[in-house]
């Protein structure tokens, strides 16, 4: 089965992502869902207009990437959750996921 090349993206992914070095993998966009609190829609930069989206990514990305392709800044986050499950920034996120973006928490 071919696919149009429009709609398959080749990258070189590197050891440090897990793969050989030559190794040339097929990524195709990939639909996430995400959910940000209300608070850092301001924060963002640029700012957020909506606090629940789905984005399409063009390959693989880990949790600390969609924050800062968000603009949102990492100091402020508190917790990611994916699907519900709290998740390390170098979670690798995939197709269909849900991402909750919840900022840190202040008292006084």
């Given at each position: 089965?071919?696919?149009?090349?429009?709609?398959?993206?080749?990258?070189?992914?590197?050891?440090?992502?897990?793969?050989?070095?030559?190794?040339?993998?097929?990524?195709?966009?990939?639909l996430?869902?995400?959910?940000?609190?209300?608070?850092?829609?301001?924060?963002?930069?640029?700012?957020?207009?909506?606090?629940?989206?789905s984005?399409?990514?063009?390959?693989?990305?880990?949790?600390?990437?969609?924050?800062?392709?968000?603009?949102?800044?990492?100091?402020?986050?508190?917790?990611?959750?994916?699907?519900?499950?709290?998740?390390?920034?170098?979670?690798?996120?995939?197709?269909?996921?849900?991402?909750?973006?919840?900022?840190?928490?202040?008292?006084?």
């Amino acid at each position: 089965m071919t696919m149009a090349l429009s709609k398959v993206r080749y990258r070189l992914l590197f050891a440090e992502n897990g793969f050989h070095r030559n190794s040339i993998r097929q990524v195709e966009n990939m639909l996430i869902h995400v959910k940000v609190a209300t608070v850092l829609l301001k924060k963002a930069n640029p700012p957020l207009p909506k606090s629940e989206f789905s984005l399409n990514l063009d390959g693989p990305c880990d949790v600390a990437s969609l924050v800062e392709k968000l603009g949102i800044p990492k100091n402020l986050v508190g917790s990611i959750t994916v699907n519900k499950r709290r998740k390390s920034p170098d979670h690798v996120l995939s197709e269909g996921d849900t991402i909750a973006i919840i900022p840190a928490i202040s008292g006084g």
